[in-house]
């Protein structure tokens, strides 16, 4: 592993000021994908600034809406009374990944921003473009089960793994930050790039730009959601592919059932 430096920080323009101006620089949050990945050589920083004591932990309603602090754990969401009650898909996105131990942990800025599982990104014995740009794609001829069914290109098929991002993208979640250039809110669908020809490229964030709330708005649908993740085991696996859907009901009584579906999102993951 690469020797790097560790500096704490306790207010978020202090963290943004270290970390925007160097490239070689990260923050490190709950540190379950970035460590990993570091004793992995594949992400080599040389500066990691600790965000876990900058007070972005709150979940707290926002007007009709609520907003989750970056640093909440995973699991401090998954068993929040007002997520459940309210947005009940992402509780179940949630509890669908990783372990206790882990969602302990991972914190939902992380979580966001957490690298692909593609087994060949993850072994630099491999090439691989998102990792070293040009270098080539095993994975398109190689063992892909766990790789994009569309939005892929000639150069990546990798998918985004988080079951929290498409319970929140069905959400319609806003992610806010702060970086250099002042503070942003950027709706969770348009957040995360497809391949095309700049895999290395993953989402529309700045280097440095700090994420410090995803907002849910208010939902006519949102309490009558599920989450249903396929994967190889029943737990402590990442999905082959999963669905986020909620339901719009409105009284209707020419309905066998009563009742009329008015609007239906659904997120697909694997589409990326
Ligand atoms: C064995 C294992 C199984 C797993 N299974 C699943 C699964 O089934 N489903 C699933 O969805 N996930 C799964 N995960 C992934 C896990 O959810 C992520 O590792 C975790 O959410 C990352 O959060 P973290 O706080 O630990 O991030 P870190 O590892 O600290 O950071 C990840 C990246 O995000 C950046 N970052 C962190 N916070 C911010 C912020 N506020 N602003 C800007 N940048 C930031 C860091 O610089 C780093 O680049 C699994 C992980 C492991 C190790
Ligand atoms: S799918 Fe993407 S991440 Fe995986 S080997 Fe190909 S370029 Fe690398």
Redo the contacts with the bound molecule.
């Keep these: 592993m690469q020797p790097f430096n560790y500096k704490k920080v306790g207010q978020a323009d202090n963290a943004v000021a270290l970390v925007a101006p160097d490239a070689a620089a990260?923050?490190?949050?709950?540190?379950?994908?970035?460590?990993?990945l570091m004793k992995l050589n594949v992400?080599t920083p040389t500066e990691l600034v600790d965000?876990n004591t900058l007070p972005?932990a709150k979940i707290e309603m926002q007007g009709n809406g609520v907003r989750i602090g970056?640093?909440a754990r995973?699991s401090d969401v998954a068993y929040d009374a007002i997520i459940q009650k309210r947005y009940p898909v992402l509780s179940e996105a949630l509890l669908?990944?990783?372990?206790p131990q882990?969602r302990n942990?991972?914190?939902v800025?992380?979580?966001l921003?957490?690298r692909t599982r593609c087994y060949y990104f993850r072994d630099t014995a491999f090439p691989c473009n998102k990792r070293v740009p040009g270098s080539g794609c095993p994975a398109i001829e190689g063992y892909n089960r766990i790789h994009a069914i569309l939005g892929g290109s000639d150069r990546c098929i990798a998918t985004h793994?988080?079951?929290?991002a498409v319970a929140m993208v069905a959400l319609d979640a806003v992610v806010q930050t702060r970086g250099p250039n002042g503070e942003r809110s950027i709706p969770l669908v348009d957040f995360h790039l497809v391949p095309g020809n700049t895999p290395e490229k993953e989402t529309v964030?700045q280097h440095g730009?700090?994420?410090?709330a995803v907002d849910l708005p208010a939902s006519p649908f949102a309490a009558r959601s599920h989450y249903l993740k396929v994967r190889d085991r029943a737990s402590?696996?990442?999905?082959m592919t999963s669905v986020a859907a909620a339901l719009d009901m409105q009284n209707a009584v020419y309905h066998a059932t009563g009742k009329r579906i008015r609007d239906l999102p659904i997120t697909l993951d694997k589409l990326l």
Aim: charged letters at 5%; a negative charge.
């Design positions: 990260s923050y490190l949050a709950g540190g379950t994908s970035l460590i990993d992400q965000i972005l970056a640093m995973n669908s990944g990783a372990s882990l942990m991972a914190t800025g992380g979580n921003l957490q793994p988080s079951d929290m964030l730009e700090l994420i410090v402590y696996a990442f999905a």
